[in-house]
């Protein structure tokens, strides 16, 4: 597989295409579903599938508050996310069998961020060879029964 690697500059694209109002914001304030893809709601941040997954099972951690970078949050939400984060790797560990991780933000237009007022850190499972499902469809995006189901999963996995 080539370029597995660039799961931010999807987003990029994905996302600036339809830049009205922000995407995190209108998810948090609908009920938790497969049509919002929150997965587990904390109190201070939640866990949302990303729609245009690199690989099944790419969640991204979320404050409430619509803020543009780490900064701006008080240390209880930052402390939160980073709990959130750490409860996702064991949730994609249990459902998806992942071996690894890549995790990271882009903050800021210049970095590639493609919800530039909502912070957010992406958690994408990696496979030694990335011998997933994912493989055998190339670049093909996940079929949204496919990411329903994915969503169910993991949902159920932050419930264990
Ligand atoms: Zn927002």
Not at 51 to 75: C, I, K, Q, W
Request: proline share 4%.
């Amino acid at each position: 597989m080539k370029h597995i690697w660039s799961p931010w500059r999807m987003e990029y694209i994905e996302n600036h295409e339809k830049e009205d109002g922000c995407i995190f914001c209108t998810a948090q304030a609908k009920a938790d579903g497969a049509d919002n893809l929150i997965a587990y709601r904390g109190k201070l941040a939640y866990v949302i599938l990303n729609r245009y997954p690199y690989t099944s099972g790419h969640v991204m951690v979320v404050p409430f508050a619509h803020v543009p970078n780490l900064e701006g949050l008080d240390p209880a939400t930052r402390a939160e996310m980073m709990e959130l984060t750490s409860r996702s790797m064991s949730v994609l560990r249990n459902v998806y069998n992942a071996r690894a991780f890549n995790m990271g933000a882009n903050i800021g237009e210049a970095a590639g961020a493609g919800v530039l007022g909502h912070v957010h850190i992406h958690v994408v499972p990696r496979w030694a060879g990335d011998t997933n499902f994912m493989s055998s469809t190339g670049q093909t995006r996940v079929l949204p029964e496919a990411l329903e189901d994915t969503f169910l999963r993991i949902q159920k996995g932050f419930r264990i």
